[in-house]
């Protein structure tokens, strides 16, 4: 697998394998929140069903709760993600 990060239209972000487009991991929503765009990590806290593995959200737990801007978009979330995650 060649994984890479990705926000869906509907607002996922997933990580997914590049070579046969399909999703390996469900990371998190980019949620609405009083009219500004949160990345909400997929933990337990957060009430997801299925959350990452403990590693995931250790490693990602600083970007839970961020806000998307103008200045930090769908696109520099992905690309922090995946250096966290050590996916380039």
């Known amino acids: 697998a060649k994984p890479s990060i990705q ?3 509907n607002g996922r972000v997933i ?3 590049q070579n046969t487009g399909r999703q390996l991991h469900h990371i998190g929503d ?3 929140r009083g ?6 990590l997929a933990t337990k806290q957060n009430g997801f069903f ?3 593995d403990e590693t995931v959200a250790e490693a990602l737990a600083e970007l839970d709760g961020s ?3 103008a200045t930090y ?3 520099q979330l992905a690309v922090d993600i ?3 995650l050590g996916i380039d």
């Open 7 to 9: 926000v869906t239209m």
């Open 15 to 17: 990580s997914k394998d």
């Open 30 to 32: 980019i949620r609405n």
């Open 35 to 40: 009219g500004d765009q949160i990345f909400v």
């Open 50 to 52: 299925s959350p990452v």
């Open 67 to 69: 806000r998307l801007a």
């Open 73 to 75: 978009t769908e696109e």
């Open 82 to 84: 995946g250096a966290k």
